[in-house]
């Protein structure tokens, strides 16, 4: 699945849609978090680095799951509990690696769910949507 709302809706697609809201509520209680991963090649051509997102299980988290049209906002909410909850979001994992030198701009940007937002991001221009990536963001200083 390219994302963590698409894992979730494709368990609960495993199942009937008189069934769906049982499920809803039995992975918001039990479910524990969803990594997804993205294998990107390396800008030395030497094989791919992992683009990782991650998503743990908390109280807000659980309450979006509960409402189907609430589970698609669930990427806001991953980018936002990156230094509080260690979770990841796919684009924050792909401006580390960009970062780092592992991939290319030309991959970040294909790579990415918002490519406009990513180029203003690495101008240093943040967006309304930018809490999150402070631990991303090397002009920022951890306190």
Not at 31 to 39: C, D, N, Q
Not at 58 to 87: A, C, F, H, V, W
């Amino acid at each position: 699945t390219l994302n963590a709302p698409e894992t979730i809706n494709r368990i609960i697609s495993f199942f009937p849609p008189h069934q769906h809201e049982h499920v809803r509520v039995l992975l918001s209680a039990t479910l524990v978090g969803v990594i997804s991963l993205r294998l990107l090649p390396r800008a030395d051509g030497k094989g791919r680095v992992p683009a990782v997102e991650v998503m743990i299980n908390n109280q807000t988290i659980r309450d979006y799951l509960l409402d189907p049209i609430k589970t698609m906002d669930i990427p806001q909410l991953i980018q936002e509990g990156s230094s509080q909850y260690g979770m990841q979001s796919f684009d924050q994992s792909i401006m580390k690696h960009y970062r780092d030198g592992l991939i290319t701009y030309e991959t970040a940007i294909q790579s990415v769910t918002n490519p406009d937002e990513f180029k203003l991001r690495l101008r240093g221009i943040e967006s309304t949507d930018s809490r999150g990536w402070e631990t991303f963001d090397p002009t920022t200083t951890k306190k």
